[in-house]
């Protein structure tokens, strides 16, 4: 069970706080913020997710740059109230739409009676957007979508400037459309995390995609929805619930996942025959599947580094990076990092003629040089130069001194492991009714580094 349950800004304040069972102290989040902001044991930069105070245990996770913390006395599981707290920012972000300070302060009333129903004297009644409707009775207040910077996962599906068709990210599950009337859509997306890493020499050393198949629905009535997958799909071996063997290896060019589990409401009597999935989708947003592939798949950049003495007290790095995508597809936000000898004091940076987009800067405070780029055309090359100037002689290989360069990046509308949504097929109530449907994909980097 737990005591307590608060929401903190970035900056200590707290938005939200339910004191379930008031054995706790009414100072625990201001104990709570100074304990995580000045962190300092066993050297760790961050204050892990769960930690004692005073006899107090403090739950917590960071979601959109918020803190949700969950305090308790008694010994409880961890990943069961970190889960929690997912989940409770999950069913929040349904009914409002938008996750942010602004959004939780102006509904506060909304948010307080969905706490409410959650959670009963620090025991946990339910988080399923879908029964919490028929107990919440305040409509949110809208915030404006277009206002908002992209953060977090919103920022996923912009194409260039332009965002991606629909709404989900940004849309409450219970608000209509202006006239009353509740626009009939569902949103299905493919989102991919991969890890690489390569050697020096630029082979694949390691790599994996964890991946999942995201569904917000918006349909009234949830009617059944049959979605197809790869009819060449194959499961490495047992996976999914209650250790189901889907059976089989996949032929030469197949798609093939290590394991996979999939959401309560799906049924797999179909999945070993046709790889269709058949479900009543809840209300909000939800996991419809999720996997991970270890097979060799193409990676979507190369990164080639050379490090170059120019003297005793100088040297030269040259980065490159290509786009191994078609060039029908742009990579977003891509942020090249690489740690640099101790002894650096200066860089100066060198990008191509008629670069546009590309930012440079070297982080003295933990010598680190970052290139940042806005955009990335597949089939493109960049190449950044940095001239590192040294406050001492190097007694060593600078090459163990430095590295190893590391990629975030978003790609939207590309998926790595060929995972495809064939067909989302939805019961028809009647001749007329026909939903929007938007299937999305994006791939992120979970893990992208070079060895040097």
Known sequence: ???????????????????????????????????????????????????????????????????????????LSPSLVLELLQRIARVIKDYLGVLNEDSLRKNFVLVYELLDEVVDF????????EILKSYIFNEPIMIDAGRLPPLGPAAMFMQGSKRMP?????????????????????????????????????YILTSEIDGTIQMKSYLTGNPEIKLALNEDLGIGRAGGRSGY??????????????????????????????????????????????YRITQEFKPPFRIN????????????????????????????TILVQMPLPTYTSRVSFELEPGTVGQTTDFKESNKRLEWSLKKVVGGSDHTLRAKLTFSQESHGNITKEA???????????YNPSRLQVKYLQIAKKSKTYNPYRWVRYVTQANSYVARI
């Open 403 to 413: 590295g190893p360069v590391s990629m975030t990046f978003t790609i939207p509308m």
């Open 166 to 202: 629909g709404t989900a990210i940004t849309k409450s599950v219970v608000a209509n459309e202006p006239g009353g009337r509740k626009r009939e859509e569902i949103f299905v997306d493919i989102i991919e995390k991969i890890s690489i890493t390569f050697s020096s020499s630029g």
């Open 245 to 290: 063997d889907y059976g089989g290896s996949a032929g030469s060019g197949a798609v093939v996942l290590d394991d996979c589990n999939f959401h309560e409401s799906v049924q797999l009597d179909s999945f070993d025959v046709d790889r269709t999935l058949t479900l009543v989708p809840p209300d909000g947003e939800f996991p419809v599947m999720n």
């Open 122 to 129: 620090g025991y946990v009644q339910t988080t399923s957007t």
């Open 305 to 332: 580094t050379l490090i170059e003495e120019a003297g005793s007290l100088k040297a030269e790095v040259i980065l490159k990076i290509r786009a191994e995508f078609p060039s029908d597809i742009t990579a977003n």
């Open 1 to 75: 069970m737990i005591s307590q349950f608060f929401v903190l800004s970035q900056r200590g304040d707290s938005i939200v706080f339910r004191d379930y069972r008031g054995d706790v102290l009414k100072g625990s989040a201001e104990i709570f913020f100074r304990k995580v902001k000045f962190w300092k044991e066993d050297g760790g930069e961050e204050a892990p997710p769960v930690f004692n105070v005073d006899g107090v245990n403090y739950f917590h996770v960071k979601v959109v740059g918020l803190l949700f913390v969950a305090t308790s006395r008694t010994n």
